[in-house]
């Protein structure tokens, strides 16, 4: 599942910084957001969910915010590590689609 | 593991070979979907089948061809490629159309030459 030759936006940070990955959308009807992590040569992995109804979630060392005002989410990484170097996607949809909208994804890089 | 299986993993054909890639998910999953990862576009939905029904077909060329016998398989067909067609094509699953998350498979790396 490697993104080799992707022209993807990078962001590079030292190891235990913590990362801020955003994504804009543009569909004002979504209301179901996810993000997903690819590892090289893996498919996407899930790592965290939010609905419209919410502005915040928090998992494991991650946390998702939503603005729903100005059509942004962002995924926020406490600690980075080594292991979180991946290509991140966020995915959208709305009421009544059949299918997930994925952003282009951000390439987050590791420094020792 | 996510639960979605693919194989084969790497495959190289001619533009005049015949092959199929193969998916299958031991989620209980109702949805199965194909996506294409190149370099231009990340991650482009193809087709979508919910109770293995077709419910989506994103304007694809007849030259992938998908079949899904029942909700635990997928296959995708594919016959007189270009070398455009080179890709990584993932297979992922939901537990419905749409709006669930989706669980993907590690994809086939095809290349066409």
């Known amino acids: 599942g490697e993104s080799v030759g992707l022209h993807l936006p990078t962001l590079s940070v030292q190891e235990g910084d913590n990362s801020i990955i955003n994504c804009a959308y543009s569909?004002?009807?979504?209301?179901?957001f996810i993000w997903y992590k690819q590892e090289s040569g893996k498919g996407p992995q899930f790592i965290i969910d939010?609905?419209?109804?919410?502005d915040k979630r928090q998992g494991q060392r991650v946390t998702v915010l939503l603005n729903k005002t100005v059509k942004h989410l962002s995924l926020q990484i406490a600690a980075t590590q080594p292991g979180d170097s991946a290509v991140y996607f966020c995915?959208?949809?709305?009421?009544?689609?059949?299918?997930?909208?994925f952003g282009q994804g951000t390439r987050l890089t590791i420094n020792p | 593991e996510t639960g979605v299986t693919q194989t084969p993993r790497h495959l190289v054909m001619g533009m005049t070979n015949k092959k199929s890639l193969k998916c299958e998910q031991h989620l209980g999953h109702n949805a199965m979907y194909w996506y294409k990862q190149s370099a231009k576009k990340p991650l482009e939905l193809m087709f979508v089948y919910n109770f293995k029904e077709q419910t989506e077909n994103n304007s694809v060329p007849s030259r992938f061809s998908p079949e899904c016998p029942n909700s635990s398989h997928l296959f995708l067909h594919l016959h007189t490629l270009q070398p455009e067609d080179s890709a990584l094509y993932l297979c992922a699953s939901s537990t419905s159309g749409g709006r669930y998350e989706q669980y993907f498979g590690p994809g086939t790396r095809l290349t066409v030459t």
């Open positions: 939010i609905r419209s109804n919410m």
């Open positions: 569909n004002s009807a979504s209301d179901y």
């Open positions: 995915a959208e949809t709305a009421q009544g689609a059949q299918k997930l909208v």
